[in-house]
């Protein structure tokens, strides 16, 4: 594997220090992580809350929620290998497993314990992948438009019915076949905006030239985007492997308190196919459902989330 000394300044997209209008204040944290520098944000002393965001953004999404939740708990929000801060390593395949496989080393590394999982969109399955690796590690699990994949039996059938109707999903297979769609992701510099609506917010005020340049920035290039390819083209291919989960562990896991957090108006993880498997993996979970919010939940309600996340680390 490389050492990070040896690898360009152009496998960064963003400045370490870039605030992107002071919306994003939070001091830059580096980790080697095999082979690769992965930033993440650690704000506040206590309990830890690990919030895991998902395609196509970065820690960004969870901005208003380390605000909220920093006065009290331990805040970490790492990016993704290929998002966000982190470096975009040309070498390496970005399928679920190898994210992880990153997610193991970063939470023995700093050996965080007591973790409150918050998960987004493949935030879900890679933090799952955590759990299942070190059930001991985890207090609770919170999933924000994330799918919590547990060895349930309806698992694929569910995949295979969301994918046959999500907008997001239903372009990844065509683009593939057509040929077209590292082409297209790898033009997510000038297309974010079309992409993050496909998959779903509600709320256009979010619109301002300061969003879009956090989001855009990641993928300053389409050396910079082989994250956001790397899991579109996993599904088309069949590449991702959910982490095989033993029955003792997922009873274990079953036991943890757990929440979802659901805008109903999402397309691209639709709630009549993921709520029924959150449930199945915790049959003492708690669901709330959030009218008119879509797939970017935490964008359109991150006051709303963070209320409700507040009241359940309580238990």
Known sequence: MKN????????FSISSEETFNNTWPY????????GFKMHYVDEGQGEVILALHGESTWGYLFRHLIASLSSDHRVIVPDHMGFGKSETPQDRSYLLQDHIENLEQFVLDLDLKGITLVMHDFGGPVGMGLAIRHPNRIKRIISTNGPTPLGQPGLVDALMKNGATSPWFSWIFKAY?????????????YNILSTLKLNGFENNDLITETWLQAYRTPFKTPEHTLGA???????AEGAHQFEPVEAVTAKELSKKPALAIWGMADKTLQPEHFLPLFSEAFPNGKIHRLEGVGHYSLEDAPGEIALLIKAFLKN
Do not use: C, M, N, R
């Open 4 to 11: 990070h000394l040896t690898i360009s300044s152009q496998s």
């Open 27 to 34: 001091k830059p944290h580096f980790k080697e992580i095999a």
């Open 177 to 189: 076949e057509k040929g077209i769609l590292e082409q297209v992701l790898g033009q997510l510099d």
């Open 229 to 235: 390819i790397g899991w579109a083209k996993g599904f």
